[in-house]
């Protein structure tokens, strides 16, 4: 598994990477019942540690199985003209792959849809919506760039698109809504002069000998106040042994400044209420920042460890696994290779096929594929898209 919502089943052995999960996870099962869970780099496929637990979120926002997808195949006919063979996103949903921009046509998976304002508390403590700006002209100008590429696109029949109407609040629905919440908007500074700038290049490179050498040279250089922030409880833990197990000092012409070892903190409050120069909390922040009034760096385990999960929420495949383990060009490639599959193990190359993916009596549809067969004349297809997963 490379990315969130993608799962693996290997006889005794689960692998899933939940959504909202900054890691996937491996299931160690016993006959039926869980014997351990643990947490897994999906690029090294090492473990890392054990969890006690894991949360499921469902994949997607919509439901997708046989009923959702008649549903969603007879909604399509009755909204669009044409013939929606020739559109690939419901050929795709035909075959049970819900493929990318599917979730513009959601309404069609639902007899009726909602807004955030549904989701809201009615009773109990008050809810506020904060914005930053003129919320109103912000709203007008979505609507008006929206309105635009609509009349731009609505023409294509192998790509109709739904109104924006069936899938956003236009401004006088938007504050209709919202008119029973208390509202509070932030006004923009206009001050143009930066407060917060980037992190520099901090990352952590463990085929080095000194892995934490940026680190080294960035405190040698003056006095600031360090914050690492991990994404759970479990890495905090994996951070605070790197550093320990370097057992490194920082240090200007041989004398130290102080330990690298970070000091643990519940929060990012309580490390600025102290005085220790080097934290470590547990805060899913998704960029650091340098904050030059304060002489303070927050750097996260993303910016730290840059092949971590996090690095990966953008869903390109090309930052879904080590570029140093990737094939640069099928050529590369020759039959009888041996391949190592991600979820699979060792096989050998056999070849580009292409093969037929449409329901019989159906419009073909080709895709190309990467051929291995493993022990006993085991095949398996790899489409070319997830080429990133074979090394």
């Known amino acids: ?45 090492r473990s890392l540690y054990p969890v006690k637990e894991v949360r499921l979120l469902p994949g997607h926002e919509f439901p997708f199985d046989d009923g959702s997808r008649t549903a969603f195949r007879g909604r399509w006919r009755e909204v669009f003209e044409g013939d929606p ?45 904060i ?51 208390a509202r509070l908007v932030l006004e923009k500074e206009t001050n143009d002069t930066p407060h917060f700038f980037a992190v520099p290049d901090l990352a952590v490179h463990r085929r080095d000998a000194d892995p934490i050498t940026r680190l080294r040279a960035l405190v040698a250089q003056e006095k600031v106040r360090l914050l690492i922030c991990s994404d759970s409880a479990g890495r905090k833990e994996s951070i605070r042994q790197l550093f320990e197990e370097s057992n490194a000092v920082a240090g200007q012409n041989g004398k130290p400044l102080y330990p690298l070892k970070p000091e643990g903190f519940e929060g990012i409050a309580d490390f600025m209420k102290s005085d220790s120069l080097f934290g470590l909390v547990t805060a899913q922040l998704f960029n650091g920042f340098t904050w030059p ?22 869903g390109k495949d090309s930052e879904s696994a080590d570029p140093d383990m990737l094939f640069k060009d099928l050529s590369e490639l020759k039959i ?29 549809i080709f895709e190309e594929f990467l051929h291995l067969v493993y022990a006993n004349e085991a095949t398996l297809y790899v489409p070319v898209q997830q080429l990133q997963m074979v090394t």
């Open 293 to 314: 009034a304060e002489n303070l760096i927050v750097v996260t385990e993303a910016e730290l460890f840059t092949t971590t999960a996090r690095q990966r929420r953008k």
């Open 131 to 181: 914005g930053i700006g003129n919320l109103e002209e912000a709203i007008k100008s979505f609507w008006k760039d929206t309105l635009s590429r609509y009349e731009f696109l609505k023409h294509d029949l192998d790509r109709p698109i739904l109104s924006p109407s069936e899938l956003f609040l236009d401004v006088d629905q938007f504050f209709s809504a919202a008119k029973p919440y």
């Open 1 to 45: 598994v490379m990315r969130p919502g993608e799962y693996s089943i290997r006889g005794g052995l689960i692998d899933l990477f939940p959504m909202g999960s900054s890691l996937p996870y491996r299931l160690d099962l016993f006959g039926d019942e869980i014997e351990q869970i643990r947490a897994f780099d999906p690029d090294t496929q």
């Open 336 to 364: 009888g290779d041996p391949v190592v599959h991600s979820d699979h193990g060792i096989g050998r190359y056999q070849g580009l096929v292409l093969l037929n993916l449409a329901p019989p009596k159906e419009e073909p």
């Open 85 to 129: 063979t020739r559109c690939s996103i419901y050929k795709d949903a035909n075959l049970g792959i819900p493929s990318a921009g599917i979730e513009s046509y959601l309404p069609l998976f639902f007899e009726e849809t909602c807004s955030v304002f549904d989701y809201f508390p009615r009773s109990g403590d008050p809810v506020w919506i």
